[in-house]
């Protein structure tokens, strides 16, 4: 804990760790309750076909390109391509 007594936490979903990032995603995730995450897709999801989340905010995506480029090089250290 820091000074304050405050601690910080996070988690690590190890089937949502392993989806790809899209500007476009075919899938949208969040939690419906402390400890139930939820998929589900936006598209139809041919069998086969990669499943895709965006990693960035539904405003950020938004954003012009560069712009996504930039928050996710910062905080995902990588380069979209989308």
């Known amino acids: 804990g820091d000074e304050d007594g405050i601690f910080e936490s996070g988690v690590l979903l190890r089937g949502?760790?392993?989806?790809?990032?899209?500007c476009?995603?075919?899938a949208i995730?969040?939690?419906?309750?402390p400890d139930r995450?939820?998929?589900r897709a936006r598209t139809c999801i041919k069998e086969g076909e990669e499943v895709t989340i965006p990693y960035?905010?539904?405003?950020?995506l938004r954003l012009p390109t560069a712009d996504r480029r930039s928050r996710l090089a910062l905080a995902k250290d990588f380069f979209c391509n989308c």
């Open 16 to 22: 949502a760790a392993m989806m790809s990032h899209s």
């Open 24 to 26: 476009e995603p075919n």
């Open 29 to 33: 995730w969040h939690f419906d309750a």
């Open 37 to 39: 995450f939820v998929l």
């Open 56 to 60: 960035l905010s539904n405003g950020a």
